[in-house]
């Protein structure tokens, strides 16, 4: 970035460049359930974020060899479409995009119960179709919707936001304009909202020891407001639900007859 | 009492309670693990999936597709994680690939792999896929739904716990359109009403 | 683990309806499902449009890049076509390296567009010698319910129909968020694809009646007449007079389809 632009002001009367506060999330909106040959689907906006995320299996792991006799394995994979930046990316996955693969894959693997599938992988797919700043912590926040709606047993939801520092500030959720200032601070954060475990922390820029106190409370706070979203979205899918009155639990007590 | 919808890792309840399925306890506490429907009362709490993979359980009756003849027996696919094998010992006739069969299924060993016995072949009708966790709906109570879902369409069925019902004769397409209802709104009351009520409209428009 | 043996058995009811002259979900043999177009889905693409045909769900991405001409071509822009098959829409597709149908599929949609002349490469010049522009599309399956390929020709022309031309500054760089105008299409060809099953010609197969397919036959067409693109497919084959069958269908459909752009 060049000189004159770090006098840019990121905060003004406590509002940011787009209007936001400094503790706003940009719009959120989840829609679970969107893709009827995946076991599980999530479509996402988040500002300009558009993702799509999806989810098969468990199903066998193969080859054998990379089988797990006391767990399943999660094959996660972000990728971003070629044209959803503003350079045109190539369509092989850049570093960047195996990295945040690993680490968020590994975020989900502390909330499913891996230990009841073993010798399986759990395949969970997300395409960033538009971006704008924050699109790991957002294709995680729909995988977690996407792995609930295939009906695979978790500990918790995994929610996820990004905190961080521009002009002199501490602010959530970044967007672009944000994260391009001389002094940005970005910290994708990711919890098991229940018992606020961090399941993913990455940080880049240059921050004090105070400054990550006050990130880390925004971001536990950001974080319990995508939880908010994510779980009204998954009840969405089944609302008429809740409204009617419960019948008994239905067991069924006797098989068909075959000819 | 209302049926509650709950998410993965949310409350289900704080008091000491039996844990059916669905649910862990952490902390004394009482979780879901699964987006499902919660089922508590003073004494028991467990949760109904909404959505899932079939796990094979022991004594369930599933239904099976031959995949592949080998030397001794015949490789099924049983719609879980793995194919399950059955050996020729238990099938007097020789089976193409796509043959239909139903089995009890014996075991279930630690990874999920499941043991059939008790082997029948069909011949003929074909297969209507649904969620197996809705299984319990398309049979009913006291099997209301399937004697519905029988007399509504004339169709011969059987119903797999594996999410798979094998239906022959009958209207089988109208069949697959009631069994499709059944899934999209499974979480209703009065299901076996609604279904009965639309198979009759349908029947009369015939 | 989704096994090819569930399909299998579908492919025989479909093969088994369509004899009796029906077809399993009760759709005419030359009837399209209900297709839907949204435009504009990423601000970050220079064109981008979803298209659904009822389950099937493809999105297009168009980036323009200033680029080297060929040598033979000193004062032509270019095209490039890219599909890939995400493993978001099917149990069969993984990441990896172009696969045999992806090429196939990327390169027919490729021709109807280039030889439609839809484009003029000569106003895609920037410099004669130096720079013209290269309008990569990009094409994406997000669900796979069949008929990729008519779904993927109607998503990329309404992707083009939407794309604005980057500003460009000093050293043909591109500014960001500045446009100099829109892409200017001549025509607007789209390709239609005519299954044989059973010995009869079916219109937009889904996934099932893919299955059961014997042959498979796209045709690009204008909305002035001209056809820019064939391609048959599969192992089965077509008299001509059912060729001539399908191109007549190309016409129709396409016809119909265009009011939708």
């Not at chain 2, 879901?32 to 004494?43: E, I, P």
């Not at chain 3, 083009?160 to 050293?171: A, G, N, V």
């Amino acid at each position: 970035m060049t000189k004159k632009e770090e006098k840019k002001e990121y905060v003004k009367n406590g509002k940011r460049l787009d209007g936001r506060g400094l503790e706003e999330l940009r719009p959120l909106k989840i829609e679970a359930g969107v893709l009827s040959r995946a076991e599980g689907s999530c479509y996402l906006e988040w500002g300009q974020n558009k993702i799509v995320a999806a989810v098969y299996g468990p199903r066998e792991a193969l080859p054998k060899h990379i089988q797990n006799p006391y767990k399943a394995l999660v094959n996660y994979q972000y990728r971003m479409a070629t044209f959803s930046v503003s350079d045109r990316k190539s369509p092989k996955p850049g570093r960047r995009e195996i990295e945040i693969s690993k680490v968020s894959g590994e975020a989900l693997e502390k909330a499913i119960f891996l230990e009841r599938f073993p010798n399986t992988t759990i395949g969970v797919f997300v395409e960033i179709l538009d971006s704008n700043a924050g699109t790991r912590v957002a294709a995680l926040t729909a995988a977690s919707v996407a792995l609930a709606d295939a009906g695979i047993p978790m500990r918790d939801m995994v929610s996820a936001v990004g905190v961080g520092k521009a002009g002199g500030e501490i602010i959530l959720d970044l967007n672009k304009d944000e994260e391009d200032a001389s002094d940005a601070v970005d910290i994708p954060i990711a919890i098991l909202p229940r018992t606020e475990e961090i399941v993913l922390l990455q940080m880049d820029g240059l921050l004090t020891p105070e400054e990550w106190k006050k990130a880390l409370k925004l971001g536990l706070k950001g974080c319990k407001q995508v939880y908010e979203v994510q779980k009204e979205a998954l009840r969405k899918k089944y609302l008429e639900a809740e409204k009617e009155e419960a019948e008994p639990n239905v067991e069924a007590t006797t098989q068909g007859e075959g000819e | 009492m209302r049926k509650k919808i709950v998410v993965p890792g949310e409350l289900v309840s704080e008091e000491r309670k039996k844990v059916g399925s669905h649910v862990f306890v952490e902390n004394g506490k009482i979780y879901s693990d699964v987006l499902g429907l919660v089922y508590s009362d003073s004494q028991d709490a467990s949760v109904v999936a909404l959505h899932g993979k079939y796990v094979p359980q022991r004594e369930d009756l599933i239904i099976g597709i031959v995949v592949q003849e080998t030397f001794g027996g015949y490789i099924v696919d049983i719609n879980s994680f793995y194919y399950s094998f059955i050996s020729k010992e238990f099938i007097r006739d020789r089976l193409q690939r796509g043959a239909i069969i139903s089995a009890k299924i014996l075991s279930v060993n630690e990874i999920n792999e499941a043991e059939l016995g008790q082997v029948r072949v069909f011949y003929g009708g074909e297969i209507i896929n649904i969620s197996s966790v809705k299984i319990p709906r398309v049979i009913g109570k006291n099997a209301s739904m399937m004697e519905a879902l029988k007399a509504g369409t004339g169709a011969n069925i059987m119903v797999g716990r594996n999410g798979r019902i094998w239906a022959k004769g009958g209207n089988t397409q109208l069949l697959a359109e009631a069994i499709k209802k059944i899934e999209t709104e499974s979480h209703l009351s009065n299901l076996t009403s609604k279904i009965e009520s639309f198979l009759k409209e349908k029947n009369n428009k015939a | 683990m989704a096994s090819d043996i569930v399909l299998d058995l579908r492919a025989d009811k479909v093969i088994e309806a369509i004899r009796q002259g029906k077809r399993l979900d009760g759709r005419k043999f030359d009837e399209y499902r209900e297709i839907k177009i949204i435009k504009n889905i990423s601000k970050n693409a220079n064109g981008s449009a979803r298209v659904l045909f009822g389950e099937t769900d493809v999105i297009a991405g168009v980036k323009m890049v200033p680029g080297d001409p060929f040598p033979d071509t000193p004062k032509e822009g270019s095209i490039s076509v890219g599909a890939e098959f995400l493993p978001l829409a099917s149990p069969l597709f993984e990441y990896g390296p172009p696969g045999k149908e992806e090429m196939e599929l990327a390169r027919v949609i490729d021709r109807g567009i280039r030889e439609s002349k839809c484009l003029d490469f000569e106003k895609l010049c920037i410099k004669e010698g130096e720079k013209v522009w290269v309008v990569f599309i990009d094409l994406y399956t997000m669900n796979d319910d069949g008929n990729l390929f008519d779904a993927f020709s109607i998503a990329a022309l309404s992707a083009l129909l939407e794309t604005k031309i980057p500003k460009l500054e000093d050293e043909y760089k591109i500014v960001k968020g500045e446009f100099s105008g829109k892409l200017h299409l001549a025509r607007k060809p789209l390709l239609c694809t005519t299954t044989k099953i059973a010995g009869h010609l079916i219109s937009d197969a889904c996934f099932a009646e893919e299955k059961a397919m014997e042959a498979r036959f796209s045709v690009a067409t204008t909305e002035d007449g001209y056809m820019a693109a064939y391609q048959k497919g599969g192992s089965g084959s077509f008299s001509p007079k059912e060729i001539d069958d399908c191109i007549d269908l190309a016409f129709a459909e396409a016809k119909e389809m265009r009011k939708q752009l």
